[in-house]
């Protein structure tokens, strides 16, 4: 069974804070990671994708991955309330499939 | 969400009936999935679709069946509705051919929220 773990938080910070959130993943072969954010009552849309080790950066978003410890986080910069969302990592494993395999999220509450 | 619908938005069933919900897409992707989501559970694969008529199980798909008979519509339907299949239910597509990257990632539809007494 491969499996996506997220912290479960929920994850509390104030607003211009750096918020973390971090996914391990059980696959070695995993090709390509996602991260979405779902407001409540929506459906997810996709922030992130990264596919080699190593950080990259999209406005105030950073993912970093990190292969050899199955390791992927995402981190907020300058966090607003309007942040403020569960997040989900999701990963592509090997094999050709194209199915992500989705972690259960983490809640973030940006305050003001 | 821009490409794929999903209807009902809202439906109440009764135990024992089948239920069916449909997933609409002008996005011409060639892979369509149907995903479950339950607090405590996050998302879950139920079935998906990597062209018309070809579809393949996933990890939840007990009780559950799908067709997909031409590209832009993929069908999900419940058997026989239980309590267990209440749930908020996720259309999404995908199509790697579309995007060249290895990166690509899905798009959700709306969601249906599901309910069942």
């Known amino acids: 069974q491969k499996e996506v773990e997220q912290n479960s938080g929920p994850l509390s910070v104030p607003e211009g804070a750096i918020a973390s959130l971090n996914c391990t993943y059980s696959?070695?072969?995993?090709?390509?990671f996602f991260w979405y954010r779902q407001y409540s009552g929506k459906s997810p849309e996709l922030i992130m994708f990264?596919?080699?080790?190593g950080d990259k950066e999209d406005g105030r978003f950073t993912a970093q991955l990190n292969k050899a410890s199955q390791y992927v986080s995402l981190l907020i910069r300058d966090s607003q309330p309007s942040d403020s969302a569960t997040y989900l990592c999701?990963?592509?494993?090997?094999?050709?499939?194209?199915?992500?395999?989705f972690g259960k999220g983490t809640k973030l509450t940006v305050n003001p | 969400d821009a490409g794929i619908t999903q209807s009902p938005r809202h439906k109440v069933t009764e135990t024992g009936t089948p239920v069916t919900l449909r997933c609409h897409q002008t996005?011409?992707?060639?892979?369509m999935y149907w995903y479950r989501q339950d607090p405590g559970h996050g998302l879950r694969l139920i079935h998906y679709?990597?062209?018309?008529?070809?579809?393949d199980k996933g990890e939840v798909s007990d009780g559950y069946s799908v067709s997909r008979s031409k590209t832009e519509d993929f069908l999900l339907t419940l058997e026989s509705a239980t309590s267990s299949q209440t749930s908020v239910y996720f259309c999404?597509?995908?199509?790697?051919?579309?995007?060249?990257?290895?990166?690509?990632?899905?798009?959700f539809g709306s969601g249906t929220r599901l309910t069942v007494v």
């Open positions: 999404a597509i995908s199509d790697p051919f579309e995007t060249g990257l290895e990166g690509y990632g899905y798009t």
């Open positions: 696959d070695r072969g995993s090709q390509s």
């Open positions: 990264i596919y080699s080790n």
């Open positions: 999701a990963v592509k494993t090997q094999g050709g499939s194209e199915k992500l395999v």
């Open positions: 996005e011409n992707h060639r892979y």
């Open positions: 679709s990597y062209g018309v008529k070809d579809t």
